[in-house]
């Protein structure tokens, strides 16, 4: 279960969010320096409005970011769930028969009971 939690950081999804915040840093970005000019001496006068820009856009990449791991948990945790509905539906549909145990010194076979997860 620990490595299916952490597993992101592995094979898939560390690059798309990785990808997912550079655009999303990148657009909210360059849509503040384009769109909302002279925002920041309104909002913080003693601070330059690039170091504000900057730290708003890391903000907006840091959400997006923090939404696409939500979205590749979920994905994987939907995958989980597929894996143990299929080992459970393979479980269900072996023979009872191996799981007969014949006593020693019995003549009647002992069943095993096999606990649910």
Avoid: C, Y
């Avoid at 970011?65 to 939907?78: D, E, G, N, P, Q």
């Amino acid at each position: 279960m620990f490595r299916a939690f952490f597993s992101l950081a592995g094979k898939r999804g560390r690059w798309r969010v990785m990808l997912v915040g550079l655009a999303s840093f990148a657009a909210s970005f360059s849509a503040l320096i384009v769109f909302a000019t002279g925002w920041a001496a309104a909002v913080i006068p003693t601070i330059s409005e690039t170091v504000l820009n900057a730290t708003l856009s890391a903000v907006v990449a840091q959400f997006a970011m923090s939404l696409t791991s939500a979205v590749l948990i979920r994905h994987l945790r939907r995958e989980i769930e597929q894996m143990h509905t299929a080992i459970d539906s393979m479980a269900l549909h072996v023979p009872f028969d191996s799981f007969i145990s014949q006593n020693e010194g019995n003549a009647e076979p002992r069943r095993i009971m096999v606990a649910e997860a």
